[in-house]
């Protein structure tokens, strides 16, 4: 199949801006929870609608007060937490334009994001990001202001609380005012891409392009947006704000009646105990995420003595999940009663114990971002947690596809969100075509022209549609690997296999121009140390650990396996194993974790060349 649409759904004319459903809410629902709140003594403070209608309005008039207005542009750069989300729509009420900007991001990525968006002022997290602005602010005339969310001791009050009390004076209707002249057509945010392959490029988000595609989520996957009577829905969003994925998330939670709770960080250590206390009744998450749960959940099985429970229970997980998928089209009767029986016996001794380190209470997740791999998600949805894996960019707002409730088809990405529709281009790229799709690059005609055609985007992802209009991604046009015997070689799936492997943290594929494919792979050091003492032996070196026969012998088990999947021709003939991983500090991951293929390629070119030595 080329092509496939999935009609929108009824909703209201689009009017007004995103900030509107803050007032609408306040109004409707005053008491009602909106936000979970870390508060000082680190426990989740309730915070209502009307609270954070009148926090949002009194940080508007600060920021009137300051010479913010509509049509300016604001950065924030902080990592994932409540303030983000109030200057965003305190923003969106002055009708003003955030631009964010990852914490992470050096001060060569400052310096060309605030130039290249005109950004008169900013917000920052911590000193270590105002000095990241200051090293380049003599280059930026146009930003005037900076404003610190955490001062430090001795230092004054925060943003909020300073831009508060400045502008206690200005009449609120002012605020409305502004508020009033915001339109669908009103730019929303300006979001940067990652930049896998080139300087970041400006995505230009309106006000309707958030709005379509948050109605879309909330009503093709209501079960996710809806909890059980009495029981109301809530997510801890621990995705970077500086994502679209994330920016989307919080928009859908505010226009959705979602309690939302922030989180900054994505280790496990740190987010495992945050999903513990603030109890989610659903996440939103990259394969990451739920890979580093699946391989922590093992790891205690093993340290328990409890591994090979654990590996029988998966595999019950996965047979009855997939039973569950072939009844869901038609393909089977379901779950056998000896299946039944398996699954209700692991059921509180192993399935129960996966979703109480999610908080207990989750039964759904979306997944996005990068590729999950089947089993994966087969087993998180035999263990009670039905995960709707999706697929969107940037350029999309996010989630331009994702799988129906109800008819998950895993190892694909799932249908067009309603008001979307896919094609597939000839050379196998796909096309998008729906109210989300950007309106496109600043300040970057050239750039908008290559991937924007009479409303089409052109993704530069490969990808085939079945009969039902569900989407596989293949590929990256720009990643294919093409052998010196003329074998193209799509490394994505390749890679994602091999990292299944519980030992494996990342693994980047060669082989262009060269006479076979190759890999570099980079270990998970929990899940190594854990290997290690499993086998009583002392902790090693990095430089040990790529020396040691035993660890070599048990990464090549895990490349054999993907290896399993492709023809001779594109198999992974050699690999080697790096000291160290791949890490955004050194400028080989993008802030949204992926792979900047010529970076590393040129970074560890003496490896590379050794693979074919």
């Not at 900007?101 to 002022?121: F, I, K, N, R």
């Not at 679209?244 to 709770?261: N, P, S, T």
């Not at 490394?491 to 519980?502: F, I, Q, S, T």
């Not at 000291?579 to 050194?586: L, T, V």
Request: net charge negative; glycine share 10%; aromatic share 8%.
């Amino acid at each position: 199949m080329r092509e496939f649409t999935v009609p929108p759904v009824e909703a209201a004319p689009l009017d007004g801006g995103l900030a509107d459903a803050v007032f609408a809410r306040a109004a409707e629902t005053p008491d009602a929870v909106a936000f979970g709140r870390r508060a000082a003594d680190g426990s989740w403070e309730d915070v209502t609608c009307a609270r954070f209608r009148d926090e949002v309005v009194a940080l508007a008039k600060g920021l009137v007060a300051h010479g913010v207005r509509f049509g300016d542009r604001v950065a924030v750069m902080s990592r994932t937490r409540y303030e983000w989300t109030l200057f965003d729509f305190a923003l969106w009420t002055l009708g003003a334009q955030p631009v964010p900007v990852y914490p992470t991001s050096s001060a060569d990525q400052v310096l060309w994001m605030l130039h290249d968006a005109e950004v008169t002022a900013c917000v920052v997290e911590h000193e270590d990001h105002a000095m990241t602005i200051g090293s380049v602010v003599d280059r930026l005339p146009r930003l005037t202001r900076l404003w610190q969310l955490d001062p430090g001791e001795d230092a004054g009050p925060g943003a909020v609380a300073e831009l508060t009390a400045a502008g206690a004076g200005i009449d609120e209707e002012v605020v409305h005012r502004h508020r009033r002249a915001v339109t669908p057509e009103t730019v929303a945010t300006v979001i940067y891409t990652s930049g896998t392959t080139g300087r970041p490029k400006g995505c230009v988000i309106t006000h309707a392009h958030f709005l379509v595609e948050t109605d879309a989520v909330l009503a093709g996957w209501e079960p996710l947006f809806r909890s059980r009577p009495g029981d109301q829905a809530s997510t801890l969003l621990f995705l970077p704000l500086a994502h679209v994925f994330g920016r989307m998330v919080e928009v859908a939670a505010v226009r959705g009646g979602v309690k939302l709770g922030h989180q900054p960080s994505m280790t496990a250590s740190v987010l495992l105990p945050d999903l513990t206390s603030f109890r989610p009744t659903f996440v939103l998450a990259v394969p990451y995420v739920f890979e580093k749960i699946f391989h922590a959940a093992r790891r205690k099985a093993e340290a328990e003595g409890r591994a090979a429970v654990f590996d029988k229970a998966v595999d019950v997980a996965v047979k009855y999940a997939e039973a569950l998928e072939h009844k869901a089209f038609g393909l089977g009767p379901g779950p056998s009663a000896a299946l039944r029986m398996q699954h209700q016996f692991f059921e509180k001794t192993v399935y129960a114990r996966v979703r109480e380190a999610l908080g207990g209470r989750i039964r759904y997740a979306m997944s996005g971002g990068s590729a999950m791999d089947r089993r994966t998600g087969l087993f998180f949805a035999g263990a009670g947690v039905g995960v709707f894996e999706g697929y969107g960019l940037t350029e999309s707002t996010a989630a331009a596809t994702a799988n129906p409730p109800g008819r998950v088809r895993y190892g694909t990405v799932g249908r067009p969100v309603p008001g979307t529709t896919v094609h597939i281009a000839e050379d196998g790229e796909v096309w998008l075509h729906g109210g989300q799709v950007f309106s496109g690059y600043l300040n970057d005609p050239a750039a908008t022209a290559a991937v924007l055609n009479d409303g089409w985007l052109a993704t530069g992802d490969l990808g085939s549609l079945d009969a039902e209009g569900y989407l596989t991604i293949t590929g990256r046009k720009k990643e294919i690997l093409v052998t010196s015997g003329g074998k193209s070689v799509s490394p994505g799936g390749l890679e994602e296999r091999v990292r299944a492997h519980p030992l494996i943290a990342q693994c980047l594929v060669v082989g262009n121009d060269r006479p076979y494919v190759a890999a570099l792979v980079t270990l998970d050091q929990e899940a190594v140390d854990h290997w290690l003492a499993i086998q009583g032996r002392p902790p090693l070196s990095p430089a040990e650990l790529v020396r040691d026969p035993d660890l070599e012998t048990e990464i090549r088990r895990g490349v054999v396996a993907a290896n399993t999947l492709v023809s001779q021709a594109e198999s992974i003939r050699t690999f080697r194993i790096l000291a160290h991983p791949f890490s955004e500090e050194h400028g080989l991951l993008t802030p949204s974790l992926k792979l900047k293929r010529k970076a590393i390629e040129r970074a560890y070119a003496a490896e590379v060349e050794a693979l074919y030595g």
